[in-house]
T-cell receptor, first 113, second 109 residues
């Protein structure tokens, strides 16, 4: 089944404790992206990747890191999480960077206390 | 500055009562306008892509239309299972996606 998977689905952590949210897709997509979704603000892009080893900042990259060492994986790293990073995070992928539909993962709900 | 505004924020309809959701946008060089559906606790699910003014696409009870300044998502004779949040996004000439905040649609039986 074609899908985007994320882990963990739920995470409660404390300020400053490094964490990684994994994202994997099995559709051989070139383009991958991370979003955060907050009430009333819509989806905001954190980072995106056009291809392996190519990543770029989205609208709200501060406090986040990503890497794209393999085509299928695109982990999101929070080196020192803060309470303002409490949010719902989605990973998405699409065939290419153009006007192609994106496939979203199920989401990771992160709470930083 | 590129911007996407969706209205209304929330819409409550009776089953069978047709209506429309609006997505107004300002963007430099539109590559495409997307509609997605999002159910509570889930990731958005793709519905349509529109590329140029005058284009229309349909899927079951949904029909999306596009002009140079806005897009409409028309829902005809909706059913309770159509209840969801509908998201609009536009892609500009730099491949940047700008998302609206969504319209929460509730269909009462």
């Amino acid at each position: 089944e074609a899908q985007v998977t994320q882990n963990p689905r739920y995470l409660i952590t404390v300020t400053g404790k490094k964490l990684t949210v994994t994202c994997s897709q099995n559709m051989n997509h070139e383009y991958m992206s991370w979003y955060r979704q907050d009430p009333g603000l819509g989806l905001r892009q954190i980072y995106y990747s056009m291809n392996v080893e190519v990543t770029d900042k989205g609208d709200v990259p501060e406090g986040y890191k990503v890497s794209r060492k393999e085509k299928r994986n695109f982990p999101l790293i929070l080196e020192s999480p803060s309470p303002n990073q409490t949010s719902l995070y989605f990973c998405a992928s699409s065939l290419l960077a153009g006007a192609y539909e994106q496939y979203f993962g199920p989401g990771t709900r992160l709470t930083v206390t | 500055e590129d911007q996407v505004t969706q209205s209304p924020e929330a819409l409550r309809l009776q089953e069978g009562e047709s209506s429309s959701l609006n997505c107004s946008y300002t963007v430099s060089g539109l590559r495409g306008l997307f509609w997605y559906r999002q159910d509570p606790g889930k990731g958005p699910e793709f519905l349509f892509t529109l590329y140029s003014a005058g284009e229309e696409k349909e899927k079951e009870r949904l029909k999306a239309t596009l002009t140079k300044k806005e897009s409409f998502l028309h829902i005809t004779a909706p059913k309770p299972e159509d209840s969801a949040t509908y998201l609009c996004a536009v892609q500009d000439s730099n491949y940047q996606l700008i998302w609206g905040a969504g319209t929460k649609l509730i269909i009462k039986p």
